[in-house]
């Protein structure tokens, strides 16, 4: 059983460019969140994502959008680059938003962005 | 602002102790969760309490809740080098998204 994978997991880009991760959620999940770690910090909730809307969102400005497909999988896009967007993109899949029972949220291993 | 705030921000123990990790959050909670993140890795859950729980169990593990300080403790008994971790507390609201500290760095000596 495939846990949540997320692709690239480095890149580096420079200010100005615009970026897309992607994510694939545990087998059996239909609810896909991007969470923002930068260095020594905890993760910043940015979206999440049900039914292929965006249901939640954090304190991110437009620039961080995001999408999900049919089969449940998202993407992650930041556009105009900032320094400050250095971080590690961490997405986490769980079932059903929005309820108690489905509290536990399951992680991938990231995606390092360096921004030069 | 950080709804689950660690404390303390780092903890250093011989193999064998316990390691207790505090953690303060500011408005209600539907439930607060604990995991564990190795060197920048993902984060992995440990253990989940509601807010009408008061204690529970996962092995090494303890975490007690107590809604009326608006705190919780994560308590690892007979660490282990292996424990070598950052631990997260992340609060649940009335979202039910879970808003993490910036948590506690536990280095275990062998």
């Known amino acids: 059983d495939a846990g949540v994978t997320q692709s690239p997991t480095h890149l580096i880009k420079t200010r100005g460019q615009q970026v897309t991760l992607r994510c694939s959620p545990k087998?059996?999940?239909?609810?896909v969140s991007w969470y923002q770690q930068a260095l020594g910090q905890g993760p910043q909730f940015i979206f999440q994502y049900y039914e292929e809307e965006e249901r939640q969102r954090g304190n991110f400005p437009d620039r961080f959008s995001g999408h999900q497909f049919p089969n449940y999988s998202s993407e992650l896009n930041v556009n105009a680059l900032l320094l400050g967007d250095s971080a590690l993109y961490l997405c986490?899949?769980?079932?059903?938003?929005?309820?108690?029972?489905?509290?536990?949220?399951?992680f991938g291993e990231g995606s390092r962005l360096t921004v030069l | 602002s950080q709804q689950g705030e660690e404390d303390p921000q780092a903890l250093s123990i011989q193999e064998g102790e316990n390691a207790t990790m505090n953690c303060s959050y500011k408005?209600?909670?539907?439930?607060l969760q604990w995991y564990r993140q190795n060197s920048g890795r993902g984060l992995v859950h440990l253990i989940l309490?509601?807010?009408?729980?008061r204690e529970k169990h996962s092995g090494r593990l303890r975490v007690t809740l107590d809604t009326s300080k608006k705190s919780s403790s994560l308590l690892i008994t007979a660490s282990r080098a292996a424990d070598t971790a950052s631990y997260f507390c992340?609060?649940?609201?009335?979202?039910?998204?879970?808003?993490f500290g910036r948590g506690t760095s536990l280095i275990v000596h062998p």
């Open positions: 992340a609060a649940s609201g009335g979202s039910y998204i879970p808003t």
């Open positions: 408005t209600s909670i539907n439930n």
């Open positions: 309490i509601r807010s009408n729980e």
């Open positions: 986490a899949s769980s079932y059903r938003a929005g309820t108690a029972l489905s509290g536990e949220l399951f």
């Open positions: 087998s059996g999940h239909d609810t």
